[in-house]
T-cell receptor
């Protein structure tokens, strides 16, 4: 176990539904991330939170809405998604968000999302 | 533009053989590189990293080689085991952005 837990593991939703993905880390880290992993494409960074503050939004459509109530929890609220949003959504955490200093990213197992 | 890529999408090796997974990067400003392993149904997991002031770094059964002249990174796995079957990603961090860029991944299949 990596210390990063994501729920649900699988989610099927219609384009008009509203759902939320949850991530919790038990590592005492202060930075949390959302990544999107689509088939045949590299991991795409979506959002970064550092000490509960959003420090990066990688031009993500507004139908994805992140929330970070504290350093241990991260949510991704989903509404009016499109079929092309179907992907594996990965949450990660690191000590302070400074990967270039050699900080390791710890990933959860992801939520496999299917939008019908 | 920036890109991190792998030469082969799939690599099949016999159990016990050595595996070599390759990665090419295009940003000469990249000074930190990481290899991740992603097993089926799991998220990526850190394997080994290397900074641009080094050519080689060894871990347990894994070695990363960096050739800055041709912007090439490789991961060598000694005595490949069935548990090594996974997708392997390289990632780079350009010193001028500090942002992690992932490559597309190579699937390693280990034949018994």
């Amino acid at each position: 176990e990596t210390g990063v837990t994501q729920t649900p593991r699988h989610l099927v939703m219609g384009m008009t539904n509203k759902k939320s993905l949850k991530c919790e880390q038990h590592l005492g880290h202060n930075a949390m991330y959302w990544y999107k992993q689509s088939a045949k494409k590299p991991l795409e960074l979506m959002f970064v939170y550092n000490f509960k503050e959003q420090t990066e939004n990688n031009s993500v459509p507004s139908r994805f809405s992140p929330e970070c109530p504290n350093s241990s929890h991260l949510f991704l609220h989903l509404h009016t998604l499109q079929p092309e949003d179907s992907a594996l959504y990965l949450c990660a955490s690191s000590q302070t968000g400074q990967a270039y200093r050699g900080e390791k990213l710890f990933f959860g197992s992801g939520t496999q999302l299917s939008v019908l | 533009g920036e890109s991190v890529g792998l030469h082969l999408p799939t690599l099949s090796v016999q159990e016990g053989d050595n595996s070599i997974i390759n990665c090419a990067y295009s940003n000469s400003a990249s000074d930190y590189f990481i290899w991740y392993k992603q097993e089926s149904g799991k998220g990526p997991q850190f394997i080994i990293d290397i900074r641009s002031n080094m050519d080689k770094r060894q871990g347990q059964r894994v070695t990363v080689l960096l050739n800055k002249t041709v912007k090439h990174l490789s991961l060598q796995i000694a005595a490949t085991q069935p548990g090594d079957s996974a997708v392997y990603f390289c990632a780079e961090i350009p010193g001028n952005t500090g942002k992690l860029i992932f490559g597309q991944g190579t699937t390693l299949q280990v034949k018994p």
